[in-house]
């Protein structure tokens, strides 16, 4: 999961445009490290947690902002606004949201649904490019991984 966030890092660095990436699935999935994988192909060396009581933790980088949520925990969607949730969202930040379905109705639409299955040790991941932004990272991605 590391590896494949650092493909999706170097992918998201190569388009060069704010995304909303959705990561969906079970808890102990790997969302977390996946985003994990992210941060370290950005340079990030410390601790990468879930920020399931603060919600959102944001990163800071040269090009852009990388802004981690964890909705788990959110009563309700409405509670977002509370934490300004539209400021986060612009054409250099990166969010990438777990538990999404928490915050309906209050989130943009998602360029990139990642949706994570699996038992034991086995993962598989099913990528939904929703928009030409999340096509172009997917295309980068299937590049780099054949060169």
């Known amino acids: 999961m590391v590896a494949l966030g650092q493909q999706l890092g170097a992918a998201t660095q190569a388009i060069n445009t704010g995304l909303v990436i959705f990561l969906q699935g079970d808890l102990g999935m790997g969302k977390t490290t996946l985003v994990r994988g992210i941060m370290r192909y950005f340079g990030h060396l410390g601790a990468v947690k879930s920020p399931t009581y603060t919600l959102v933790e ?3 980088f ?3 902002q990388v802004n981690h949520f964890d909705l788990y925990r959110l009563g309700h969607a409405e509670e977002l606004e509370f934490l300004g949730i539209r400021d986060y969202f612009s ?3 990166v969010n990438l949201i777990e538990w ?3 915050g ?3 989130l943009p639409l998602a360029d990139l ?3 994570i299955t699996g038992a034991g040790p086995q993962r598989e991941l099913m990528c939904n490019a929703v928009s030409q ?3 172009g990272l997917l295309a980068q991605m299937q590049e780099a991984s054949s060169v």
């Open 100 to 102: 999404p379905d928490k």
């Open 91 to 93: 054409a250099t930040a």
């Open 104 to 106: 309906a109705g209050i």
């Open 113 to 115: 649904i990642i949706t």
């Open 133 to 135: 932004k999340a096509q």
């Open 62 to 64: 040269d090009q852009l």
């Open 58 to 60: 944001p990163y800071e």
